[in-house]
């Protein structure tokens, strides 16, 4: 199936309010997940929701910007899946804290098998390096919020707390991408996740 037969038939009055620009963003996303980002075109974009591309130009001046907006939306949608994950997660006991934890790594992971490169539209040229050490950040907020939890808990040894958030991420973001290169079996996540337990709560005892 080629892209242009993706194309949808909507009339260019639906956009009158504003929200062509989210239109692009989610079709380019769609795009992407299925095709992409190399074979992606904002001619083809516009095409698929029905729009000329000088429609779309006027909301985006060129590709790069559209997978810039793109990549910054797949990234709210990662944030949306865990979010979800976390839903049966409730509770103060430690074993939730540990649950929620696990939580966010399964379901980081998840999302990687789910959408490729969608994930990697997330982490790729379009998105700042930095996007996800932002304080605004939401999976960043979460982590850092699971983190705490566990450290309140005594799960997390003291010494090792400054770093133990870029310590999971980068644990977590190196399985998925390993996973997504079947380098390494999906089930053997939650053994990282297990490890990641044991070495935020003993290597404390190693940091000078």
Not at 34 to 46: D, I, N, P, T
Not at 85 to 112: C, D, E, K, P, Q
Request: proline letters at 4%.
């Amino acid at each position: 199936m080629t892209l242009t037969k993706l194309v949808v038939t909507r009339s260019k009055t639906a956009y009158h309010h504003g929200d062509l620009d989210v239109a692009l963003i989610e079709a380019s996303k769609k795009l992407v997940a299925k095709y992409g980002v190399e074979r992606l075109s904002l001619r083809q974009v516009a095409a698929t929701v029905g729009v000329s591309p000088s429609a779309a130009y006027h909301h985006f001046p060129d590709k790069e910007a559209l997978l810039k907006a793109a990549a910054r939306s797949a990234f709210e949608d990662l944030a949306d899946f865990q979010e979800k994950a976390l839903m049966n997660s409730g509770g103060s006991s430690v074993l939730a804290a540990r649950r929620r934890f696990r939580a966010l790594g399964m379901s980081y992971v998840t999302f990687a098998k789910k959408n490729p490169n969608v994930f990697r539209l997330c982490f790729g040229p379009y998105c700042g390096g930095d996007e996800m050490a932002r304080e605004e950040s939401r999976p960043w907020k979460m982590l850092v919020t699971g983190l705490n939890e566990l450290e309140l808990s005594g799960e997390i040894h003291p010494k090792i707390r400054p770093y133990a958030a870029i310590l999971t991420w980068s644990a977590i973001h190196g399985v998925a991408n390993l996973v997504l290169d079947g380098l390494l079996p999906e089930d053997a996540v939650e053994s990282v996740v297990d490890s990641l337990f044991i070495a935020l709560k003993s290597s404390g005892k190693v940091v000078d």
